[in-house]
């Protein structure tokens, strides 16, 4: 029984590491996208 929930703690941790990075992903997404909206207004405001 003991091996069984060793392998259960090992499956719960590698679930936690696969949502952390999932939030990891969204938030370089997100700063990708304000990035690309920064250079775009500044590119969009040079040229005006």
């Not at 700063?31 to 405001?45: D, Y």
Request: hydrophobic share 50%; glycine share 8%; aromatic share 6%.
């Amino acid at each position: 029984m003991g091996q069984e929930n060793d392998t259960a703690d090992v499956e719960s941790l590698q679930k936690s590491g696969r949502r952390s990075g999932s939030c990891l992903n969204a938030f370089l997404i997100t700063s990708i996208v304000v990035l690309f909206a920064l250079v775009a207004a500044l590119a969009a405001f040079g040229v005006m």
